[in-house]
């Protein structure tokens, strides 16, 4: 992949904003030293500071310096953060892309008062090994906008362009959604162990398993319930524990789970 000598500001070292960081730079497309990362505490960015990633606790300085200005603060910080950096952006130098939840495009050009470019972005934090799935919406930037916004969360996962008033139902099943796998298979691990391995054991084989079962919907552009068949048997074990998993709820508690997070998710944000 061709690198880029683009500057990037990410605005919020958080967890999101760290696993771009880094999924970035792991991509080969940007080094460190094009990245600055922001936060209150820059103690905490230390270890970054020594691998080259420039690091401040001034958000303005960081927005002056950079094309592609990433916003990745929590929502409710989000005012705050662009009163501070308006006087340094720029209509015809800058391209902003929020990653707050239930934050619309045009909420953010309000705020601002200008008509900057901006995007929205929904990855999750399997963005930091490239594996990331990253929803895109704008209706207040170019095609070309998009398709550089979708060309740089390529480079750490896959990218899809949706509507904008489905970004809160990304954020329930993409972002969230990296919880809900997760604690299934911790559910997985622990019945594993129930049934005499050991934790780490158990643990290794419900993760591959699981990477396995997403592997072979992906691969064969199949539906689960295919794939389900395949390993379901007349009287047979499998089919056993599926139908002992729904009765106790299994796929109903999954689906409101998903519904509750979009619900959250777009209440997030409070316009002042």
Do not use: W
Not at 50 to 62: C, I, K, L, P, W
Not at 237 to 265: P, Q, W, Y
């Amino acid at each position: 992949m061709n690198a880029t000598s683009e500057t990037i500001a990410i605005l919020g070292g958080g967890n999101m904003g760290l696993s771009l960081a880094k999924g970035l730079v792991k991509s080969g497309k940007y080094q460190p030293q094009q990245i600055t990362i922001t936060r209150r505490n820059i103690r905490a960015l230390a270890t970054l500071a020594e691998e080259g990633y420039r690091v401040t606790d001034d958000n303005a300085a960081a927005v002056s310096q950079a094309k592609v200005v990433v916003v990745a603060v929590l929502p409710q910080q989000l005012n705050t953060l662009l009163d501070t950096i308006q006087q340094e952006v720029k209509v015809d130098q800058h391209l902003l892309i929020s990653i707050a939840s239930g934050v619309m495009v045009q909420d953010i050009i309000n705020r601002l008062g200008i008509e900057v470019p901006v995007v929205r972005a929904m990855p999750n934090t399997a963005i930091a090994i490239q594996e990331s799935m990253t929803c895109i919406a704008s209706d207040k930037a170019s095609a070309e906008h998009l398709q550089k916004v979708k060309e740089l969360f390529d480079t750490v996962g896959e990218t899809i362009e949706i509507h904008e008033e489905l970004m809160t139902s990304a954020t329930a099943l993409c972002a969230c959604g990296i919880a809900f796998f997760l604690r299934a298979i911790r559910a997985a691990s622990q019945g594993g162990i129930e049934i005499g391995f050991h934790a780490a054991e158990a643990l290794h084989m419900a993760a591959q398993t699981a990477k396995g079962a997403a592997a072979l919907l992906l691969a064969n552009n199949s539906h689960p319930e295919n794939e389900i068949d395949k390993v379901t048997s007349p009287k047979g074990c499998t089919i056993a524990g599926l139908n002992e998993m729904e009765h106790a709820g299994f796929s109903s508690a999954l689906i409101k789970g998903i519904r509750l997070s979009s619900v959250k998710a777009g209440n997030l944000y409070v316009k002042e």
